[in-house]
């Protein structure tokens, strides 16, 4: 649990720093040539590389995980995102080195994605096969938490440097410090995952697998449905994160606040979205994956109908309110999400199932969301009622296809008890897992 909840924190606190860099720094330092505006659209758009690269990722070391194990290629996943950091804190600006500036930024963006789109599954399978049956959800959400820990962990350490730093100090080097500080995590994450043992659920698995031959493409022909739904289901949750969290830093220092303000409260919203995934965790073990997805969504969808207006009144208690409000509800719903996408899939086609599904939502929803809200905003001269309607229809699909949907089966192939038959899940998981995996 530890090894899994830290290498998730580590992997998407370089994507959250990266995140608000492409926001607010790399505009000015390796899009400068261009007119201010096209500058911040060509920034979130080496931000979108790395998700475009997350399904490559995905089917790579979904492939491999599935056949070799989930715990060699965690090990290659920590590796690669340390050493893309690492390259973006030492990379030299556009007026030093000309256009290879950008060229070597997107590369490395391509080289984190890539590493992401395997590791975030991958922590969670780990996780949630090595737990108590009746406590996966919980257990698969604390992965979650990797997100808002490590958003709380990247702004809080963005607004201490740009509050005691110049603003030419923090654009010249300050913005460096957290790609670097990352690689001595990297050190104590790669001596972790040494440490960890391949799962139950796997090992036992591998004696389908020696008659099943399995990939992606494979995958894709027979459950291309399920990845389909699954895809759409978890829309309003990345959606509303990356538009909040990434375009929102934007918005926010062009609507009044200072870039440590706007820092500030995006730390406290992802520190109350911890909580958050916490109880969702423990609500989607009791109630089902499935209900706490939707609730979650619903959430977001309140959220996307006022959240501009709110943050245009140009209050900081309302909006540390507001932002909060999307956030929170957004991260309870992703609570559900590890179970419900680790449960649709056999173990054999697990990891690569899963990951497809999950790339797939960040690489159609996440990724262009930061470049589509700053798009339509600047195409409507600063009006953000495109950017909300789409916001809202997409939400709003989501949840008509998850009221359409079930909660799948156990890990193990059994039936699911929610409610006050949770309890009993796991006894009747235990010689399941002995027996054989059916499915």
């Given at each position: 649990?530890?090894?899994?909840?830290?290498?998730?924190?580590?992997?998407?606190?370089?994507?959250?720093v990266?995140?608000?860099?492409?926001?607010?720094?790399?505009?000015?330092?390796?899009?400068?040539?261009?007119?201010?505006a096209?500058?911040?659209?060509?920034?979130?758009?080496?931000?979108?590389?790395?998700?475009?690269?997350?399904?490559?990722?995905?089917i790579?070391?979904?492939?491999?995980?599935?056949?070799?194990g989930?715990?060699?290629?965690?090990?290659?996943?920590?590796?690669?995102?340390?050493?893309?950091?690492?390259?973006?804190?030492?990379?030299?600006?556009y007026?030093?080195?000309?256009?290879?500036a950008?060229?070597?930024?997107?590369?490395?963006?391509?080289?984190q994605?890539?590493?992401?789109?395997?590791e975030?599954?991958?922590?969670?399978?780990?996780?949630?096969?090595?737990a108590?049956?009746?406590?996966?959800?919980?257990?698969?959400?604390?992965?979650?938490?990797?997100?808002?820990i490590?958003?709380?962990?990247?702004?809080?350490?963005?607004?201490?440097?740009?509050?005691?730093?110049s603003?030419?100090?923090?654009?010249?080097?300050?913005?460096?410090?957290p790609?670097?500080?990352?690689?001595?995590?990297?050190?104590?994450?790669?001596y972790m995952?040494?440490?960890?043992?391949?799962?139950?659920?796997?090992?036992?698995?591998?004696?389908?697998?020696?008659?099943?031959?399995?990939?992606?493409?494979?995958?894709?022909?027979?459950?291309?449905?399920?990845?389909?739904?699954?895809?759409?289901?978890?829309?309003?949750?990345?959606?509303?994160?990356?538009?909040?969290?990434?375009f929102?830093?934007s918005?926010?220092t062009?609507?009044?606040?200072?870039?440590?303000?706007?820092?500030?409260?995006?730390?406290?919203?992802?520190?109350?979205?911890?909580?958050?995934?916490?109880?969702?965790?423990?609500?989607?073990?009791?109630?089902?994956?499935?209900?706490?997805?939707?609730?979650?969504?619903?959430?977001?969808?309140?959220a996307?109908?006022?959240?501009?207006?709110v943050?245009?009144?140009?209050?900081?208690?309302?909006?540390?309110?507001?932002?909060?409000?999307?956030?929170?509800?957004?991260?309870?719903?992703?609570?559900?999400?590890?179970?419900?996408?680790?449960?649709?899939?056999?173990?054999?086609?697990?990891?690569?199932?899963?990951?497809?599904?999950?790339?797939?939502?960040?690489?159609?929803?996440?990724?262009?969301?930061?470049?589509?809200?700053?798009?339509?905003?600047?195409?409507?001269?600063?009006?953000?009622?495109?950017?909300?309607?789409?916001?809202?229809?997409?939400?709003?699909?989501?949840?008509?296809?998850?009221?359409?949907?079930?909660?799948?089966?156990?890990?193990?192939?059994?039936?699911?008890?929610?409610?006050?038959?949770?309890?009993?899940?796991?006894?009747?998981?235990?010689?399941?897992?002995?027996?054989?995996?059916?499915?």
């Amino acid at each position: 649990m530890v090894s899994g909840t830290f290498g998730s924190a580590l992997e998407w606190f370089d994507f959250a720093v990266y995140g608000a860099m492409s926001a607010t720094v790399f505009p000015a330092l390796f899009f400068n040539e261009m007119d201010p505006a096209i500058g911040l659209l060509a920034s979130f758009a080496t931000f979108g590389v790395g998700f475009f690269a997350r399904p490559l990722g995905g089917i790579v070391f979904g492939h491999l995980g599935d056949r070799i194990g989930r715990r060699k290629v965690l090990l290659t996943t920590f590796i690669s995102m340390g050493a893309g950091s690492l390259v973006i804190g030492l990379l030299p600006p556009y007026s030093a080195i000309g256009f290879v500036a950008p060229l070597l930024l997107v590369l490395m963006r391509f080289i984190q994605g890539f590493a992401l789109g395997g590791e975030a599954t991958g922590a969670q399978l780990m996780t949630m096969e090595h737990a108590p049956a009746d406590r996966r959800a919980f257990y698969g959400a604390l992965m979650a938490m990797g997100s808002p820990i490590s958003q709380v962990a990247a702004n809080a350490l963005l607004a201490l440097l740009s509050g005691v730093l110049s603003e030419e100090a923090f654009t010249s080097w300050g913005w460096r410090l957290p790609f670097l500080l990352s690689i001595l995590l990297v050190a104590v994450g790669i001596y972790m995952r040494l440490k960890v043992e391949e799962t139950p659920v796997f090992r036992e698995g591998m004696r389908e697998l020696a008659e099943k031959t399995t990939n992606p493409a494979v995958v894709l022909r027979t459950h291309w449905v399920t990845i389909a739904r699954l895809i759409l289901a978890f829309s309003p949750i990345v959606i509303t994160f990356y538009v909040v969290s990434v375009f929102g830093l934007s918005y926010l220092t062009q609507h009044g606040f200072t870039r440590s303000q706007t820092f500030t409260i995006i730390m406290i919203s992802n520190f109350l979205s911890v909580i958050a995934i916490w109880w969702g965790g423990r609500m989607a073990d009791l109630h089902g994956r499935r209900k706490i997805l939707m609730i979650g969504s619903i959430g977001t969808l309140v959220a996307a109908l006022v959240f501009f207006s709110v943050v245009d009144l140009g209050s900081f208690p309302l909006t540390l309110g507001m932002v909060s409000f999307a956030l929170v509800t957004a991260q309870f719903g992703n609570a559900g999400q590890g179970a419900l996408f680790a449960e649709a899939f056999p173990t054999h086609m697990r990891y690569t199932g899963s990951a497809l599904a999950l790339t797939g939502a960040n690489l159609i929803f996440a990724a262009p969301a930061p470049f589509l809200a700053s798009w339509l905003t600047s195409l409507s001269g600063g009006s953000t009622f495109a950017i909300t309607v789409f916001w809202v229809a997409v939400i709003a699909a989501a949840i008509i296809n998850m009221l359409l949907m079930g909660d799948g089966k156990t890990l193990e192939g059994g039936e699911h008890r929610f409610g006050r038959y949770a309890d009993a899940a796991e006894a009747d998981a235990e010689p399941a897992l002995k027996g054989a995996v059916r499915r």
